[in-house]
C-alpha cells in the first residue's frame, strides 16, 4: 500500500480511536453510577453526573490523547491484518498509559471529582470497544468486499533482471496482486495496452532502472488514455543512507533523497521542547547561574564564560558558551599537551588535564559549565539533543568526509555518547557511530529517552573528566 493511502487510513484510524477512547470513559463513568455503586478507593459511593461536570472534559481531553499514546506504542506501525496477540498487548498498554494521563489530571486539575474508580473500569471497556474495532476491520479486511476495495492489482514492467529484484518486496506488500510482468526493452507499449485489458488491471507498476526513459514516457502517456494508475519505481541510483521523497518544486515533480529527518510535527514538536526547556531552565536556574559567575570570578582571574568558534548545523560557525572551567590561556596551552591526547583522530580530551581551575574539575563534574549553552539553545544554534559540537579546527582535520554527516543537524547538549558513553568513549570512530546512530533513528521520543537517561548521567558524574 502507497503511503498516502496509508496514512489516510490511520488518520481515519486515529480519529475512530480517540471517539472510542472517549466513549469508553462515558460507559466506564455509566457501568459505576448505575450497576457498581461502590467505591474501590474508599469514600462515597456518590458520582457526579457526566456532562455537567469535568468527567465530560476529560473524555474531550482523550480525543487527540489517546491516539497519540496509541502510535507511541506501534498501534499504527502494522500490517492491515496484524497479530491479535500484538493488538491486545499493545492495546493494553496503551489503555494503561491512559490511565496514567487520567490520574494525573484527576490529582492536578480535578479533584473535586469523586468515583474515581471510574478510571479503573476503563480500561477493559476500553480494550473490549477498540480490540471490537479491530475485529470488524480483520473481517472486512479478509471479506470479498474489502479486498475489491483495498486490492491493487497491477502489471510490473521493467527488465527481467528488475523483476526478479523487486518481486520478492512485493510478495510481502499488503493488498498488492502482480497480475503480468512485462519488458519493455523486448516488447512494445500496445502488448502493455492489452495486458491491461486482459487482466483488468488498476496499475502499473514501472521498475525503470533498465529501460530508456523514452518507453517510460510512452508507457505513462498509455496508462493515462486508460485511467489506470502508472507507479514509478524511483531506484536509478543506489544510495547507501539517503532516504528518498516525493515533492514539487513550483508544480515540477521532483525526487528528493534526504539522508536527515524531514519537517515534521516531531521535528517541530523538537523545536518547541528547545525554546520552552531553555527557557524554563534559565529562570529556574537564575540564582545557581549567579552563584557560579561569583565562583569562578573569585577562584580565579580571568572572564566568567568561555567563548569557543564552534561547527554547526552544516559546519556554520557559531559562539558556543560556557562557564569558563580553564585558566584563560588554556587554549595556547593545547599544543603542548597534544602528545597525551586520550581521544584518536582530530578530538582533543584530557584526564586531569592541568589547564583547569579547582572550582573547573567540579563544573565538569556535573557539567554545571554546559549551562550557558542554554542560551545558545534558544538562539537558533544549538538543540537540547543533538551531536556535540566540535571547534572549527577540529572539524577541518576530519580524515574522513562521511563523518561530516554529524553535522547534517543541529548540536546538541547531549546525545547518545553522553548517555552510553561519554567520555569514555575514546574512539572518535565510535563517538562518531553513536551520532549518526541518533540522526538515522531519530525520533521525538528518542530526544525525550536521551534527555530522561542524560540526568542520572549528570548528577552521578558518570564518565566525567
Not at 582530530?346 to 559549565?369: A, C, H
Not at 572549527?392 to 574522513?400: A, G, S, Y
Not at 575514546?426 to 549518526?436: G, H
Amino acid at each position: 500500500m502507497l503511503r498516502r493511502e496509508r496514512e489516510l487510513r490511520t488518520q481515519i484510524q486515529k480519529l475512530l480511536d480517540g471517539l472510542l477512547f472517549a466513549l469508553a470513559l462515558w460507559l466506564a463513568h455509566y457501568v459505576r453510577a448505575n450497576f457498581l455503586r461502590i467505591e474501590i478507593f474508599g469514600g462515597t459511593d456518590e458520582i457526579e453526573g457526566f456532562y455537567n461536570t469535568s468527567w465530560f472534559w476529560l473524555s474531550l481531553i482523550l480525543i487527540p490523547v489517546a491516539p497519540f499514546i496509541l502510535e507511541t506504542q506501534g498501534f499504527y506501525n502494522r500490517p492491515l491484518v496484524p497479530r491479535r496477540r500484538t493488538t491486545y498487548w499493545q492495546l493494553t498498554r496503551a489503555a494503561l498509559l491512559a490511565v496514567i494521563v487520567l490520574v494525573s489530571l484527576l490529582f492536578f486539575f480535578f479533584k473535586e471529582l469523586r468515583a474515581r474508580s471510574v478510571v479503573v473500569l476503563f480500561v477493559p471497556v476500553v480494550v473490549l470497544l477498540v480490540g471490537l474495532k479491530e475485529e470488524v476491520l480483520r473481517q472486512w479486511v479478509k471479506s470479498r468486499f474489502g479486498q475489491t476495495q483495498l486490492l491493487k492489482r497491477l502489471i510490473l514492467v521493467g527488465s527481467e533482471e528488475d523483476c526478479a529484484r523487486v518481486m520478492p518486496e512485493l510478495a510481502r506488500t499488503d493488498a498488492i496482486e502482480i497480475v503480468a510482468k512485462l519488458d519493455l526493452n523486448e516488447s512494445s507499449v500496445e502488448k502493455l495496452v492489452e495486458l491491461l485489458h486482459e487482466h483488468s488491471a488498476n496499475g502499473v507498476l514501472l521498475s525503470a532502472k533498465h529501460i530508456y526513459f523514452g518507453q517510460i514516457e510512452k508507457a505513462v502517456q498509455a496508462c493515462e488514455l486508460e485511467g489506470v494508475e502508472a507507479w514509478l519505481l524511483a531506484d536509478f541510483f543506489n544510495t547507501q543512507v539517503s532516504q528518498t521523497t516525493f515533492d514539487d518544486l513550483n508544480g515540477r515533480p521532483m525526487l528528493v533523497f534526504r539522508s536527515t529527518p524531514e519537517d515534521s510535527w516531531q521535528k517541530i514538536a523538537k523545536h518547541a521542547l528547545d525554546l520552552f526547556g531553555a527557557a524554563i531552565f534559565l529562570a529556574a536556574m537564575a540564582i545557581p547561574f549567579l552563584i557560579v559567575a561569583i565562583l569562578i570570578k573569585l577562584t580565579s582571574p580571568g572572564p566568567i564564560f568561555f567563548k569557543q568558534r564552534r561547527s554547526g548545523l552544516n559546519g556554520k560557525p557559531f559562539t558556543m558558551l560556557k562557564f569558563r572551567s580553564m585558566v584563560t590561556n588554556a587554549e595556547q596551552r593545547k599544543a603542548e599537551l597534544e602528545i597525551i591526547n586520550e581521544m584518536d583522530g582530530p578530538v582533543f580530551k584530557v584526564s586531569n588535564d592541568p589547564r583547569i581551575t579547582p572550582i573547573g574539575k567540579y563544573l565538569r563534574r556535573w557539567s554545571i559549565d554546559e549551562w550557558p549553552q542554554m542560551f545558545n539553545v534558544l538562539k537558533g544554534d544549538m538543540s537540547l539533543v543533538g551531536p556535540r559540537p566540535l571547534p572549527v579546527d577540529e572539524v577541518r582535520r576530519f580524515d574522513d568526509f562521511a563523518h561530516r554527516r554529524r553535522l547534517s543537524v543541529k548540536p546538541g547538549l547531549t546525545c547518545l555518547w553522553q548517555v552510553n558513553g561519554r567520555n569514555t568513549v575514546t574512539s572518535f570512530r565510535e563517538w562518531v557511530r553513536l551520532d549518526l546512530e541518533y540522526i538515522d533513528n531519530w525520533s521525538f521520543w528518542l530526544d525525550l529517552k536521551i534527555l530522561a537517561k542524560t540526568v542520572p548521567v549528570v548528577i552521578l558524574g558518570t564518565g566525567a573528566k
